[in-house]
C-alpha cells in the first residue's frame, strides 16, 4: 500500500474510533506499553491491564496502530519494538567485556595483555536512543553521565553502567 492509500486509510479508520481510543492510540505509539497508556488515559492502575487489553481488542482499533506503526516506519517494516530490541542488542555488545590485544615482542603476534575493555560511549549512547524510544521524548533531553564514566576504572564503568541499566529497568516497570 502506498502512502496516499495508508494515510486515507488511516483517515478512514480514525473516524470510526472514539475521541478515547484515538488518545489511547497516540499514548501507546508514544511508549509501545499498552497498560501505562491506559493509565494514562485516567483508569486506575487496578483495572488498567483489563482496559488496555479491551482497547487491543478492538479490530479497528488494531489495524489502525498496525497502519500507523506502518506509516512512521516508512513502510520499511521496522516496528518500535523491532528497533528497541536492536538497541537492547546493540547495548549488551557494547558492554560485553572483550580482551586487550598486545604484540608480542617474541612471538610477533597479538595475544591478550590480561586487560579488558568495553565500549561505554557506545553503550550510553544506546541507552540514550532507548530510553528515547520508549517515553517519547526528544533524545536531547537524555543527559546521558559520561562524565562519570570518564575517568573511571574498568570495573567502576562496568558499575556505572549496570546502575543506569537498572535505573532504566525500573523506570520501565
Known sequence: MDRRRLIARINEIEKKLSPRQIRFADEYMKTGDAVKAAIKLGFRESHAEKRAFNFLKCGELSEYLSLRERLLSGGAGVSRRQLAADLIEIKDR???????????PETKKMVENGEWTFDVAGALRALEKLASLMDGTDEDDFEPPEERCAAASLEERERILRSIAEEFKEGES
Not at 560485553?96 to 608480542?104: H, L, S, T
Open 94 to 104: 557494547c558492554m560485553a567485556a572483550k580482551p586487550v590485544m598486545a604484540r608480542d
